[in-house]
């Protein structure tokens, strides 16, 4: 071979074609595409999209979460049996059968807590006007701002979030299910530990759904050494970081590293939290901290994330009968990350909980009049307008405007 030769390279194995599935979504690779045409081809039925990364097909509802993961462990050549094997076992395995307490099946879970109230929002969809079954709520104990525990009825096919109907069915009490549930965590063969970002920053290295709740497990964080103010990230399924409080600057490399996860499969919650065990409290930083901003984009991003999926449910749940206002969220020159809600004249409204409130009125005005009031100030002002509604996250409900003296003290509380 001369100089400049070159040496052949073997093609890579073409993907065979399915039928019923786009060729280029095999050959590409696209999970989204390929699960959902295999979910209905082998069903008969169209694929329905629940929200929270999970599918309704027929009578069966499919939780994608982990059938990516497997999908993407896989070589091209074995995905399709892969999906085809996984979405048999949704329909067909006995182990989904939950009407009998099996405590080998429990596993410790975190969530957040928008998760956790997400059924009860959509059975108000599924059936508009009637009562949820609040029994139907899945079971859960919060950790901090947002974040809660759940109990995970775990199947070779798919995860179940265990409902409070069923803690009553079973006659079980969810903190003794806990510890089981933890235990048979602590006996799971595991495959990571800990990569050090830094010192003080550590991310888990386990491969599979269970990273963050791992840090319930005795020892599991012994290898990182970090104290009892241990800063929890979690922002999706497979990635959770930890940091020392104590070190500012260590606080903004782990709080980097969650930026950067932001837009990944299977969100879990933004907003981090302190403490260790069982035992959390929101994390409070003040304005001059290193990672202060990078916090505060934080979680004005879970807002907006679980704002707006709420918003689109609300709006199937209420049609044109009420106005259901966006939290927007915006970068200021001077302030940094906040974020703002529209209260408009004449507007029945439910009002997300923002930074800021719009006001806006004069709509038969050439221009009509719009200021912006930092909230405490507008609740110090109308709230008695303001009625709180048993939504999370919190809305309120405003079916009046304020009147003329009210409007002429707000405005004095205006900012840019």
Not at 23 to 43: H, K, N
């Amino acid at each position: 071979m001369g100089l400049f030769g070159r040496k052949k390279s073997t093609p890579p194995p073409a993907v065979p074609a399915v039928p019923g599935v786009p060729a280029d979504a095999m050959a590409t690779g696209d999970f989204e595409i390929v699960v959902r045409a295999l979910a209905s081809q082998m069903s008969g039925h169209p694929v329905v999209e629940e929200g929270n990364d999970t599918i309704a097909v027929g009578n069966n509802k499919h939780y994608l979460g982990n059938l990516r993961a497997g999908w993407e462990n896989r070589p091209a050549g074995e995905r399709e049996i892969y999906l085809r094997n996984a979405l048999h076992g949704f329909h067909k395995s006995e182990l989904r059968n939950m009407d009998t307490l099996d405590t080998s099946m429990l596993r410790p879970g975190i969530r957040s807590q928008w998760t956790a109230n997400l059924m009860l929002l959509m059975a108000q969809q599924h059936s508009p006007g009637v009562i949820p079954d609040a029994g139907a709520t899945i079971a859960y104990r919060p950790m901090a701002d947002g974040i809660v525990r759940v109990l995970i009825w775990d199947t070779p096919t798919t995860m179940s979030l265990v409902n409070e109907s069923q803690l009553s069915d079973w006659g079980a009490d969810f903190d003794q299910l806990w510890d089981i549930a933890v235990a048979n965590l602590a006996n799971d063969p595991k495959t990571g530990g800990w990569a050090a970002a830094n010192k003080t920053v550590w991310i888990s290295l386990d491969e599979d759904d269970y990273c963050a709740e791992r840090i319930f497990v005795d020892g599991h964080l012994d290898p990182t050494s970090l104290g009892e103010h241990v800063v929890l990230f979690h922002p999706h399924r497979n990635v959770v970081i930890l940091a020392d409080l104590m070190d500012p600057e260590g606080l903004a490399v782990a709080a980097e590293l969650a930026l950067q996860n932001l837009n990944k499969p299977n969100p879990v919650c933004f907003t981090p939290i302190v403490g260790r065990g069982l035992h959390w409290h929101p994390l409070q930083l003040e304005a001059g901290h290193p990672a202060a901003a990078k916090v505060a984009h934080l979680r004005t991003a879970e807002r907006a994330q679980t704002y707006g999926h709420q918003k689109q449910m609300l709006e199937a749940i209420h049609g044109e009968e009420l106005f259901i206002a966006s939290y927007t969220a915006f970068d200021h020159p001077e302030h940094g990350i906040t974020s703002v809600a529209t209260w408009s004249e004449g507007v029945d409204t439910l009002l997300p909980r923002a930074e800021r409130v719009a006001f806006v009125s004069g709509f038969d005005l050439p221009e009509p009049e719009v200021f912006q009031v930092p909230w405490p100030a507008a609740e110090s002002v109308v709230g008695h307008r303001l009625e709180r509604t048993d939504h999370y996250p919190d809305r309120w409900r405003v079916t009046s405007f304020p009147g003329p003296d009210e409007l002429a003290t707000l405005r004095a509380h205006a900012i840019d």
